[in-house]
């Protein structure tokens, strides 16, 4: 038996002084690596990075990465354990032979026409930089990062690299996020590694069930505005399907509905990863019309969700038996970037989504954090989500 191109190691530690936390984690994950590491994520409760230099300095003294990226999460994520209640340290390491490592700081901003400019982000594959099919992990501060116009400009564009990642939390104003890259850390912007050379795969669960059947969008403007479902005025459309449902299909959607979008429609059916999923904003009488939470276009198909605890848990172990399989190989890590609607707030019992990386992907390094916005793929392009589990599985 061969060994995994990529051997990663995680760990998780409590405590009150940054330093002490940091160095138990890293000092754990360096004794299971048994050398420096490739690439360090770290994953640090607010409480713990005020002054980040503690934890970068510990880090770097027991692994010794290449190369490090992480952020501040108001819960983060080790081995089978989802840390909601207290500062915590959330460690992973992975020795990569033969990888490509790009280390990315970006800004965004107003320009002046008043559109949001960005700085430092790669504009696409280059020579010492991002290979064409690299894996960008993107870690942001919400308050100063426009991670939505930046995927969606990249989705517009020629170049379609997997993004997984998510938005930093803990922080309720701008300043008190904080962004981890090598040996420095930033209150603002977005910090990321580009990864390539290595056998890896992308994974976004939705937490969301497909309900009643698929229908084509034939009139619609920009702004995410619907007219005209199959032929019919949305509104009336919708109240149709919804009225053809079976029982416990038309309570769930009662609880709330949601409108899967294809976005690759080069397929010959779609299965429930294949949709872009967004809420429903509300409707027009008048018109027919109904708003969605993202840009439409006519000929796009759309087909209902609903969103409960019981969808959530199959959909992510759909998801990550699908990851697993895509590998083809042992999964020795993954890092989990999870919604903070999630966990205890979603459902009955704390660890679920840990728990199942732990079930699905037995032996695997795990480490994550709760997001304040979650980023992956869907049907080939790279979004901003919410109420999701995104993951970057490495093999």
């Known amino acids: 038996m061969t060994s995994p191109v990529v051997t990663a190691a995680s760990a998780l530690a409590f405590g009150a002084d940054p330093a002490g936390t ?31 230099e503690p934890v970068l300095e510990a880090v770097h003294r027991h692994l010794a990465p290449a190369a490090l990226v992480g952020c501040t999460g108001e819960g983060v994520i080790g081995n089978g354990r989802e840390v909601e209640d207290r500062p915590a340290v959330s460690v992973w390491g992975a020795v990569m032979p033969g990888a490509r490592i790009t280390p990315i700081r970006a800004f965004s901003g107003p320009g002046i026409d ?21 894996l960008l992990i993107l870690l942001a501060d919400p308050f100063t ?11 517009a564009g020629g170049w379609h690299p997997p993004i997984v990642g998510g ?18 850390w930033f209150d603002d912007g977005a910090v990321g590694v580009a990864v390539g050379g ?86 027009d009488p008048q018109t027919g019309a109904v708003q969605l939470g993202e840009q ?51 459902f009955p019992g704390p660890d679920h989504d840990a728990v199942a990386v732990d079930e699905r992907m037995p032996g695997s390094a795990l480490a994550g954090f709760f997001c304040n916005g979650e980023i992956g793929p869907v049907g080939g392009r790279s979004f901003v989500h919410s109420f999701t589990a995104t993951m970057a599985v490495f093999g």
């Open 296 to 346: 439409v276009r006519i000929g796009q198909t759309l087909r209902l969700h609903v969103r409960d605890v019981a969808s959530a848990d199959e959909d992510l172990n759909a998801t990550l038996d699908a990851a697993a399989s895509r590998l083809g190989t042992h999964v020795s890590g993954a890092l989990l970037f999870t919604c903070n609607g999630r966990g205890t707030r979603m």
């Open 114 to 134: 008043g559109a949001t400019e960005f700085a430092g982000w790669p504009e696409g594959p280059s020579p010492g930089g991002p290979g064409a099919d690299d």
């Open 167 to 184: 938005m930093a939390s803990g922080g309720s104003r701008p300043g008190q996020h904080r962004l981890l890259l090598d040996g420095r």
């Open 22 to 52: 940091a160095g138990e984690a890293a000092a754990l994950v360096r004794s299971r690596l048994g050398e420096p590491a490739t690439l360090a994520v770290v994953f640090v409760h607010p409480d713990l990075a005020r002054d980040p």
């Open 198 to 283: 290595v056998p890896f795969t992308t994974a976004v669960s939705q937490g969301c069930a497909p309900i009643g059947p698929e229908m084509v969008v034939t009139d619609a403007e920009d702004g995410g505005v619907v007219f005209e479902l199959a032929g019919k005025p949305a509104i009336a459309k919708l109240e149709e399907v919804i009225g053809g449902l079976e029982p416990e299909e038309r309570r769930l959607a009662a609880e709330g509905l949601m409108a899967g979008l294809v976005i690759d429609e080069n397929r010959p059916e779609y299965a429930r990863g294949d949709f872009l999923v967004r809420g429903i904003l509300g409707g």
């Open 145 to 155: 990062f426009r991670a939505d116009v930046l995927l969606a400009r990249m989705n």
